[in-house]
């Protein structure tokens, strides 16, 4: 009796959730498809929504700047964590210590790549 209620539990969640995944640009190459999954998982919570602070990458204006700094310094920052000027945090590791070093900077490729994408869309 129970199969078919949580058969159609699955059927109203999935679909939600589908949609959130699916809502980002996938960008060509492995490295940020991989970046995409890891963003996904551990930085789309506050990045995808500017919460708590979070530059938002599909706002060109909160991500212009950003762009300006070296691809070091963001590894850096998204590795060790960083305060921002108004004092907004973003957590070492987007606060999941399992993530590799290499891990981290393939989310901050995909987040730059996709940034930089809706930087060109606007321009157009
Ligand atoms: C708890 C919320 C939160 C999560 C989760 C999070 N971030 Fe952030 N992130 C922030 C905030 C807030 C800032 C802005 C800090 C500031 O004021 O410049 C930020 C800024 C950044 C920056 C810009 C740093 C700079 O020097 O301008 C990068 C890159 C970044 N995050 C990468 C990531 C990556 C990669 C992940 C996932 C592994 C992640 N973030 C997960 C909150 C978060």
Redesign the pocket.
Known sequence: MRAPLYSLLALCVFPVIAEVNTSYVVLEGERLQQGRD??LA??????GYG?????VPMTPSEWA??LE?SRT??????IDG??????????A????PD?TDD???S??D???ALAAYYIQLERK
């Open positions: 890891i963003w551990n930085c789309e919570g506050c990045h919460f708590a602070g979070a530059p700047p950003r700094k310094v963001l590894y850096e920052h998204a960083f305060f921002g000027a108004d004092d907004t945090m973003m957590p590791r987007g606060g999941n993530l891990e981290v900077k989310a901050v995909y987040m730059a």
